[in-house]
């Protein structure tokens, strides 16, 4: 079986990703799965509760956690699934890590920018994010990162979509994040 594509987002909260993912889904020909941290968390993965008491604690847990998550995406695409990936990339240990991860697959790797005072204005509109991770996802996230492609957030996530789709249609290989995992970046 054919190894699945990947489409991985990068982007700070409430930048766009997941409104991005849903267009490029629902216009793209063929079928990708939309994945996301926060659909495992919202899921219930996580034992959030006990976390949220103090029982466990997620700096314990929180490197287990995004590794399977990386992981899980390799085996999902080598079953042949094309994958829409959110992700924050937090630093270049980070991006060094996935690069090195994903290596040898087929990732077109997509930079969402946004402008503070808008990541900031959706953040309080959507109130299910800690005040402050979008400030700090800004300053980070996009240091470390050459991308096959970008977007700009504050555009409607459809003309996003079309561009994305319009550009991944025409890419090349290997992309911006395994050439990074090669050094030749």
């Known amino acids: 079986m ?3 594509k990947i489409i991985l987002l990068n982007g700070a909260s409430s930048s766009g990703k997941s409104s991005i993912a849903r267009s490029v889904q629902a216009k793209i020909e063929a ?3 939309h994945i996301s941290i926060d659909h495992l968390r919202d899921a219930g993965v996580l034992p959030s509760t006990r976390i949220r008491s103090g029982e466990f604690k997620w700096a314990d847990l929180r490197r287990a956690f995004f590794s399977g998550f990386e992981d ?4 999902y695409a080598r079953a042949g699934n094309n994958l829409i990936v959110e992700y924050i ?3 270049g240990e980070s991006l ?7 290596k040898g697959m087929d ?3 997509v930079g969402i920018h946004c402008l503070l005072n808008e990541l900031e204005r959706r953040e309080i509109a959507r109130g299910d994010r800690p005040v402050g991770d979008a400030r700090r996802d800004h300053d980070a996230v996009h240091r470390h990162c050459v991308y096959d492609f970008e977007l700009d957030g504050m555009l409607p996530p459809d003309a996003n979509a079309e561009k994305l789709i ?4 025409r890419r090349n290989l290997p992309s ?4 990074l995992a090669l050094g030749e970046t």
């Open 2 to 4: 054919p190894t699945g």
């Open 31 to 33: 079928p990708f799965w």
């Open 72 to 75: 899980s995406l390799v085996a």
């Open 89 to 91: 990339i937090e630093d």
């Open 96 to 102: 060094q890590r996935l690069g090195e991860i994903l």
């Open 107 to 109: 990732v077109f790797f």
């Open 166 to 169: 319009s550009f991944w249609r």
């Open 176 to 179: 911006a994040l395994e050439n």
